[in-house]
């Protein structure tokens, strides 16, 4: 049987981020882990402008080539893991901004999140984002991990993991797959 299709987006945008660390270290627990095929998305590169579509999503009727693009990527995946840090006690701009472009593609896809800030560990942008996967008709896993003081885990651009935290991180990737695999089905154009 196929394997299913995880895409890992990073979130942030900013230069000296810490999301491309994160990012990095989750896809090769991903890649270890084994259960589905693994593709990271960054943001950054994608450079999506803000939402200038003049069409509701929901219609799939995009005008510009950046969003085509964006639908053919996202049309791809089966699962996805969105590694978001936490900006003002929420999610940041960018991520929230590639969500709202697209519509049927995120549809009955299970979604995790690597949150990540200071003392609140990214749970206040994860909790924010619930609500919105939840709009789009995607399935969040029940599971997150969640990285507290980020500033001390990143060192020489690397991400400096722990036990607990590999290990939340394959709770949830188990979670995802799960759900990817059931789910295959219906995505899979038998029912959009
Ligand atoms: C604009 C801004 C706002 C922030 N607000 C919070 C916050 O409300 N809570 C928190 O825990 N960390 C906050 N931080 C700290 C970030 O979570 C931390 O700097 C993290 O590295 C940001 O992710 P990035 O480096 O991938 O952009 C903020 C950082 C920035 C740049």
Known sequence: MQKPHLQIIIGSTRPGRAGAAVGSWFYDIAVKHDACT????????????LLDEPNHPRLGRYVY??????????SAGDAFVFVVPEYNRGYNAATKNALD???????????????????????RSIQGL???VAALGMIPAARSVNIPLI???????????????????????????SWATDLGATHRGADR
């Open 38 to 49: 693994v593709e990271m998305l960054d943001l950054a590169t994608i450079d999506l402008p």
């Open 65 to 74: 080539d950046h969003t085509k693009r964006w639908s053919e990527m996202i």
């Open 101 to 123: 472009y697209l519509c049927r593609e995120w549809r009955r896809k299970p979604v995790g999140f690597v949150g990540y800030g200071a003392v609140a560990a990214g749970s």
């Open 130 to 132: 619930i609500p919105v």
């Open 151 to 177: 500033n001390r885990m990143v060192t020489d651009g690397e991400f400096v993991s722990n036990p607990r935290l590999d290990e939340s991180a394959a709770e949830m990737l188990d979670e995802l797959s």
